[in-house]
């Protein structure tokens, strides 16, 4: 091919590299047969003059072709199409294979009910404005910050060592500017050796229970509360015990009477804005669990994946944070504070367990994504977390007291609530026999996709007349749209 034929569109806007461009395009142009196998490329200066750009770009382009094997150089000739080209067709294992798509179902045994739990992510209908169980914004996610760190990582001479194998703890500066964190905003006093990050509060549950239970070990846990916990201590072998929870939190009477009947080896607890009914664990009743544990010793989980939203008054202390035994796991994550895909969370406890966690991480695992949590590890040590905190409480507190008066204008005859001091939702008890799955019906028809009061009660059959409103990714004015459909889905449920 002549060079004044040898025309490849170059788009310097493109998120791909230029020299990738060109790469393709001469790929592109094998393939279509304008470039036979033998043929001679155009030398990298006349090409660069050919289309405008640094001879150094060609080159580029020319090694990435080299690299795939669609070119070979000969010394003192120039480069040349590669006669043998790669095989890019894929061949059948046999020539008796029939072809066809993947198979739907294994040929060898799966038992179907093995994982029996947990219901997989179901996307809401997407024109749908959605209710949600309570999670942040992600349009309020510092994500340029974020960004910002993954660019400056990608210019340090060392970026090489956050793309190889790591610790299994996670990255060593994420975790002292953890341990620094968690000490300021929480008066825990830790150090990097009593953290671990897992990706998001889930893994740390998982990696607790598969390490503490055995088969028939007991678990304490609130009913309502978090069945994903239930579901993964469940998997480990445990049995459930669970107790009630009211305005106060987890009823500490029917653990101890519990804790006297049988052996007990952890007690799962929601210490801020219980999941799903919002509530605070008191004072007395943290202090009481804690001799409770040192007494019968049983292992604490405190699972405080929304600490850091407070609106009313300055947050109560984490039982950790007191923890004078060695009883707590105490485990959280910034999934609430970023986004709920951004899956860093941590596990906080004595070193002995940490290590054993680290152990079956890298059994399941290996490790964390390390650029990730520099990055994250940067934004802690700058103070942009502490500052977008700070946006957010203020952001979130405003969308609460919107939200609660809406829902006290709207709808007063028909529910009860409590206005919650901090997180992301509104526990909501449907008054005068209405029924939580026919207001979400009647509520997705109208374009509001809504809680069926499914998933708070470890029984899953058990009727639920309350639902979980979270208004903190709605703005004001979605929040007014979006109370109003649920107005009307109430109100024709009642004339149903």
Same mark, same amino acid.
């Given at each position: 091919?002549?060079?004044?034929?040898?025309?490849?569109?170059?788009?310097?806007?493109?998120?791909?590299?230029?020299?990738?461009?060109?790469?393709?395009?001469?790929?592109?142009?094998?393939?279509?047969?304008?470039?036979?196998?033998?043929?001679?490329?155009?030398?990298?200066?006349?090409?660069?003059?050919?289309?405008?750009?640094?001879?150094?770009?060609?080159?580029?382009?020319?090694?990435?072709?080299?690299?795939?094997?669609?070119?070979?150089?000969?010394?003192?000739?120039?480069?040349?199409?590669?006669?043998?080209?790669?095989?890019?067709?894929?061949?059948?294992?046999?020539?008796?294979?029939?072809?066809?798509?993947?198979?739907?179902?294994?040929?060898?045994?799966?038992?179907?009910?093995?994982?029996?739990?947990?219901?997989?992510?179901?996307?809401?209908?997407?024109?749908?404005?959605?209710?949600?169980?309570?999670?942040?914004?992600?349009?309020?996610?510092?994500?340029?910050?974020?960004?910002?760190?993954?660019?400056?990582?990608?210019?340090?001479?060392?970026?090489?060592?956050?793309?190889?194998?790591?610790?299994?703890?996670?990255?060593?500066?994420?975790?002292?500017?953890?341990?620094?964190?968690?000490?300021?905003?929480? =008066?825990?006093?830790?150090?990097?050796?009593?953290?671990?990050?897992?990706?998001?509060?889930?893994?740390?549950?998982?990696?607790?229970?598969?390490?503490?239970?055995?088969?028939?070990?007991?678990?304490?846990?609130?009913?309502?509360?978090?069945?994903?916990?239930?579901?993964?201590?469940?998997?480990?072998?445990?049995?459930?015990?669970?107790?009630?929870?009211?305005?106060?939190?987890?009823?500490?009477?029917?653990?101890?009477?519990?804790?006297?009947?049988?052996?007990?080896?952890?007690?799962?607890?929601?210490?801020?804005?219980?999941?799903?009914?919002?509530?605070?664990?008191?004072?007395?009743?943290?202090?009481?669990?804690?001799?409770?544990?040192?007494?019968?010793?049983?292992?604490?989980?405190?699972?405080?994946?929304?600490?850091?939203?407070?609106?009313?008054?300055?947050?109560?202390?984490?039982?950790?944070?007191?923890?004078?035994?060695?009883?707590?796991?105490?485990?959280?994550?910034?999934?609430?504070?970023?986004?709920?895909?951004?899956?860093? =969370?941590?596990?906080?406890?004595?070193?002995?367990?940490?290590?054993?966690?680290?152990?079956?991480?890298?059994?399941?695992?290996?490790?964390?994504?390390?650029?990730?949590?520099?990055?994250?590890?940067?934004?802690?040590?700058?103070?942009?977390?502490?500052?977008?905190?700070?946006?957010?409480?203020?952001?979130?507190?405003?969308?609460?007291?919107?939200?609660?008066?809406?829902?006290?204008?709207?709808?007063?005859?028909?529910?009860?609530?409590?206005?919650?001091?901090?997180?992301?939702?509104?526990?909501?008890?449907?008054?005068?026999?209405?029924?939580?799955?026919?207001?979400?019906?009647?509520?997705?028809?109208?374009?509001?996709?809504?809680?069926?009061?499914?998933?708070?009660?470890?029984?899953?059959?058990?009727?639920?007349?309350?639902?979980?409103?979270?208004?903190?990714?709605?703005?004001?004015?979605?929040?007014?749209?979006?109370?109003?459909?649920?107005?009307?889905?109430?109100?024709?449920?009642?004339?149903?």
């Amino acid at each position: 091919m002549h060079l004044a034929e040898f025309l490849i569109p170059i788009d310097k806007t493109a998120q791909t590299p230029v020299y990738l461009q060109i790469a393709n395009g001469i790929i592109g142009q094998i393939r279509q047969g304008k470039l036979k196998p033998g043929s001679a490329l155009p030398g990298s200066r006349a090409l660069a003059q050919k289309l405008a750009i640094h001879r150094q770009t060609v080159v580029a382009a020319y090694d990435e072709l080299y690299a795939q094997s669609w070119v070979e150089v000969y010394p003192r000739r120039g480069l040349f199409v590669a006669k043998n080209l790669p095989d890019i067709k894929p061949r059948q294992l046999s020539e008796h294979a029939e072809p066809g798509g993947y198979n739907a179902k294994t040929y060898f045994d799966v038992d179907d009910n093995r994982i029996p739990f947990p219901q997989l992510f179901k996307p809401a209908h997407h024109a749908n404005l959605v209710i949600n169980d309570g999670f942040p914004d992600t349009r309020l996610a510092p994500i340029d910050l974020m960004v910002r760190e993954y660019r400056r990582f990608g210019n340090y001479h060392f970026t090489q060592q956050y793309l190889m194998y790591g610790p299994e703890y996670g990255s060593e500066n994420l975790r002292t500017e953890l341990a620094r964190f968690l000490g300021e905003t929480r =008066g825990l006093q830790v150090n990097p050796e009593h953290i671990m990050i897992t990706k998001g509060v889930q893994m740390a549950l998982y990696l607790t229970a598969q390490i503490l239970l055995s088969k028939n070990d007991t678990v304490i846990a609130a009913d309502p509360g978090y069945p994903e916990a239930n579901h993964t201590f469940e998997q480990a072998g445990a049995q459930m015990a669970l107790v009630p929870v009211d305005e106060c939190g987890i009823d500490l009477e029917a653990v101890e009477a519990i804790c006297k009947k049988k052996k007990v080896k952890l007690v799962y607890v929601i210490p801020h804005h219980h999941r799903p009914t919002t509530v605070t664990l008191s004072s007395e009743r943290r202090m009481q669990l804690l001799e409770l544990a040192h007494k019968y010793r049983f292992a604490i989980v405190e699972d405080d994946y929304d600490y850091d939203f407070h609106y009313s008054s300055g947050p109560i202390l984490p039982l950790a944070s007191a923890d004078y035994y060695g009883s707590i796991i105490y485990i959280g994550s910034f999934c609430k504070t970023i986004a709920p895909g951004i899956r860093i =969370g941590f596990m906080v406890a004595p070193p002995n367990l940490i290590t054993q966690a680290a152990r079956l991480r890298r059994l399941i695992d290996r490790q964390g994504e390390l650029l990730l949590e520099e990055a994250m590890a940067n934004l802690l040590k700058n103070g942009d977390i502490g500052r977008h905190l700070k946006k957010a409480n203020k952001t979130y507190h405003e969308r609460r007291d919107v939200f609660c008066n809406l829902l006290k204008e709207q709808l007063h005859e028909h529910i009860s609530f409590k206005i919650p001091d901090g997180g992301f939702a509104v526990w909501v008890n449907y008054l005068n026999g209405i029924k939580a799955r026919e207001v979400a019906e009647k509520a997705a028809v109208m374009g509001l996709s809504v809680s069926n009061g499914n998933g708070y009660y470890h029984d899953a059959a058990f009727p639920s007349s309350s639902v979980r409103l979270g208004f903190a990714s709605l703005t004001p004015k979605e929040l007014e749209t979006a109370t109003g459909i649920l107005t009307s889905a109430v109100k024709k449920s009642l004339n149903s």
